[in-house]
Nanobody, 120 residues
Framework: QVQLVNSGGGLVQAGGSLRLSCAASGSIFSINFMGWYRQAPGKQRELVAAIGSGSSTNYADSVKGRFTISRDNAKNTVYLQMNSLKPEDTAVYYC??????????????WGQGTQVTVSS
């Protein structure tokens, strides 16, 4: 009932930048959480950055000072600006959006994932 469409990602050299976006659509009444997770080969999925309904943010220690999460409430879209990328940032990045539907039921939706590869 809530669809997430990712864009961005790709291949970049170390030190470069990329911007991810994730747009949510459907019968959305409200969104209280938007976040980005990543999963590298052989590793568990981890939270990279999150932003709440009041625009409070949370970052993994490994990306603090390099990544910035933001949201456009009018477009139900979350962004992840990634600067000073490192090879260890290579992973599949997933957006996650949680909130309430027009029916007032809760939802928890995941994007399809987008590959980010940082070459050394």
């Amino acid at each position: 009932q809530v669809q997430l469409v990712n864009s961005g990602g790709g291949l970049v050299q170390a030190g470069g930048s990329l911007r991810l976006s994730c747009a949510a659509s459907g019968s959305i009444f409200s969104i209280n959480f938007m976040g980005w997770y990543r999963q590298a080969p052989g590793k568990q999925r981890e939270l990279v950055a999150a932003i709440g309904s009041g625009s409070s943010t949370n970052y993994a220690d490994s990306v603090k000072g390099r990544f910035t999460i933001s949201r456009d409430n009018a477009k139900n879209t979350v962004y992840l600006q990634m600067n000073s990328l490192k090879p260890e940032d290579t992973a599949v990045y997933y957006c996650n959006v949680r909130g309430r539907l027009s029916s007032r039921a809760d939802f928890n939706s995941w994007g399809q994932g987008t590959q980010v590869t940082v070459s050394s």
